[in-house]
């Protein structure tokens, strides 16, 4: 870890602020919808909604991890990128194929699993990512005080 400077951990910080919100939001909306109306709600098409977050987030990630010279963080937070884009595009574009994007197709088993594996797969990719900021943000602060 060659440059500590502020620029660079103000980077990791906000980077992992965005990458876990697209996570945390739809649980912690579930958590408060069973606090007022007792039922849990859960949004688990979210995340992906949430992409743009995502992708600011690890950009951010990636530069603080890029300016620090952590190449394992890079390539931690850069393929799980990859992953995230490939399977949420990919998902989405076997939606549109299948015909249950738009409503022409009945929602099988099956398809439904064809579209959902990848959204889970995109969901697991922003984990990693978001441990990999966690990790990058700690190696920051190590002896700072």
């Keep these: ?7 660079t951990k103000i980077l990791a910080v906000f980077g ?20 007022t109306r007792g039922r849990f709600l859960f949004d688990y098409l979210m995340p992906a909604e949430l992409f ?4 600011a987030g690890s950009g951010l990630l990636l530069w603080a991890s890029l300016r620090s010279h952590s ?3 890079s390539k931690l937070i850069g ?25 022409a197709t009945e929602p099988t088993a099956g398809l439904m699993a064809l579209v959902l594996v990848p959204l889970g797969i995109y969901v697991l990719a922003l984990i990693v990512i978001g441990v990999g900021g966690v990790k990058l943000t700690q190696n920051l602060f190590k002896h700072t005080a």
Excluded at 17 to 35: D, N, R, T, Y
Excluded at 81 to 86: D, E, F, P, S, Y
């Design 1 to 7: 870890m060659e440059k500590k400077d502020t620029l």
């Design 79 to 103: 393929w799980g990128l990859v992953t995230a884009v490939v399977m949420l595009f990919g998902g989405q574009g076997i939606a549109v194929i299948t015909g249950l994007a738009s409503g």
């Design 71 to 73: 190449n394992s963080n």
């Design 52 to 55: 743009l977050s995502a992708l």
């Design 16 to 35: 992992s602020v965005l990458i876990w919100f697209p996570i945390l939001a739809p649980i912690l909306l579930g958590l408060g919808s069973l606090i």
